[in-house]
T-cell receptor
Framework: SAVISQKPSRDICQRGTSLTIQCQVD?????MFWYRQQPGQSLTLIAT?????????ESGFVIDKFPISRPNLTFSTLTVSNMSPEDSSIYLC???????????FGDGTRLSIL | GENVEQHPSTLSVQEGDSAVIKCTYS??????FPWYKQELGKGPQLIID???NVGEKKDQRIAVTLNKTAKHFSLHITETQPEDSAVYFC????????????WGAGTKLIIKP
């Protein structure tokens, strides 16, 4: 399966600032996804990152708050904008080599907002 | 849309015993069911998955069974070991999609020495 690297692995940020999380895959993949996982909770899909076009956001998530880029088939970024303590969470990148293949995850970015 | 329920939320078993975690789903058209293991500080790791054309799949100490009529699937871990302690998640495809997953709430598995 693909090797997925996320950066940073953790960060502590001040409220009102923004942080960009990077997801790098060691091979080309069709699908890339961004999830949020609150402590002790399940995974919630934020959006599907589409190569060469705007991301597809799930209900409750908007582009102004979580802008996503996907410039090629191996890289994507998620920005958490104008952060508040409620944004403290784990943010996970996952990939699927083709749309019909299983999803594989990076180890996530642990974000704390003060 | 698809709804996935997972039980129990916490499961404590003696080392060497078996553990079973069950998930139910609502969309009868769903045809792909993965199980993930998440250790502390790590991302979810796919441990086994099953497609709807089979009723059971095994990989060493891990097995998944699928009952399409009852719309439930279960994870079975035999001869549990301390390293099996983790949170386990089931998932099923979202409506009209095979790659967008709907996740269960998770089961914290504790292996007692």
């Amino acid at each position: 399966s693909a090797v997925i690297s996320q950066k940073p692995s953790r960060d502590i940020c001040q409220r009102g600032t923004s942080l960009t999380i990077q997801c790098q895959v060691d091979s080309q993949v069709t699908m890339m996804f961004w999830y949020r996982q609150q402590p002790g909770q399940s995974l919630t899909l934020i959006a599907t990152a589409n190569q060469g076009s705007e991301a597809t956001y799930e209900s409750g998530f908007v582009i102004d708050k979580f802008p996503i880029s996907r410039p090629n088939l191996t890289f994507s970024t998620l920005t958490v904008s104008n952060m508040s303590p409620e944004d403290s969470s784990i943010y996970l990148c996952s990939v699927s080599i083709t749309g019909d293949q299983p999803q594989h995850f990076g180890d996530g970015t642990r974000l704390s907002i003060l | 849309g698809e709804n996935v329920e997972q039980h129990p939320s916490t499961l404590s078993v003696q080392e060497g015993d078996s553990a079973v975690i069950k998930c139910t789903y609502s969309d009868s058209a769903s045809n792909y069911f993965p199980w993930y293991k998440q250790e502390l500080g790590k991302g979810p790791q796919l441990i086994i998955d099953i497609r709807s054309n089979v009723g059971e799949k095994k990989d060493q100490r891990i097995a998944v069974t699928l009952n399409k009529t009852a719309k439930h699937f279960s994870l079975h871990i035999t001869e549990t070991q301390p390293e099996d302690s983790a949170v386990y998640f089931c998932a099923a495809p979202g409506e009209g999609s095979n790659y967008q997953l709907i996740w269960g709430a998770g089961t914290k598995l504790i292996i007692k020495p």
